[in-house]
């Protein structure tokens, strides 16, 4: 069976949203697979990788760390229910996550920063504190997210926009049928909703109603997960 290392955060939280594309991918070829929570400080754990950061998995002899190499290795050991089933799909699906890493985490992160930091585990604070504290020039995160959502709210559904011109004409960014460029999408929703409870969108938001059909996709996976 496939081992996938997951981070993990207080109360069994799993906010990593790059592992959360790792999962819609798996549910997506109908593969299982064997959880091994992993906190910030146990990195030993996906040494044999010569990983620092998860997703990681085991997929028999194979080794396999970033959650698009995942994305990719597995349609190659595991061809049936494609990921990417052109090389258009794939194209687009390349363009959709670098979006999603390059913008949509970017507005993100600012505005539920103490929200994470609230919520990783205790053993783990120090390390999540120095990191992201040199990343955002101070470690106090509540005075900083406080003072991000002011306008960072806005920002970040600004930033949508290229999602919700699509979601307007069609169900899921891929088309007829969600893919990995709703993948991409949809962890960051979820690394914000096992954090933090701010509302991130309005309800008439073409997003929100494309989101309530991800957290349903494979039998409310996204849903099931603890949330804030």
Not at 114 to 136: A, H, M, N, T
Not at 213 to 221: E, I, P
Request: hydrophobic content about 45%; charged content about 30%.
């Amino acid at each position: 069976m496939i081992t996938l290392y997951d981070l993990v955060f207080q109360d069994d939280r799993r906010p990593s949203p790059f592992c959360w594309r790792a999962k819609f991918a798996l549910k997506h070829k109908g593969l299982a697979w064997r959880d091994e929570p992993m906190g910030f400080t146990e990195k030993q754990k996906i040494a044999f990788a010569r990983s620092q950061t998860v997703p990681v998995i085991h997929d028999g002899p194979e080794v396999v760390k970033d959650s698009w190499a995942i994305a990719r290795h597995l349609d190659e050991a595991h061809p049936d229910k494609p990921l990417f089933e052109s090389e258009a799909a794939l194209a687009n699906a390349r363009f959709m996550a670098g979006w999603v890493d390059t913008a949509v985490h970017t507005a993100l992160f600012p505005i539920i920063v103490g929200d994470l930091y609230d919520r990783v585990r205790p053993v783990d604070q120090p390390y999540f504190r120095e990191s992201r504290g040199k990343r955002l020039g101070t470690t106090d995160f509540a005075a900083f997210q406080e003072k991000a959502r002011e306008t960072g709210v806005a920002a970040f559904r600004s930033v949508l926009e290229p999602a919700r011109r699509t979601l307007r004409e069609q169900q899921f960014l891929a088309g007829r049928q969600p893919a990995y460029p709703d993948y991409a999408l949809a962890g960051a929703f979820l690394w914000a909703r096992t954090a933090s409870p701010l509302s991130l969108l309005e309800q008439d938001d073409p997003i929100h109603a494309w989101r309530e059909r991800m957290l349903d996709l494979f039998d409310g996976m996204g849903r099931k997960a603890k949330a804030a």
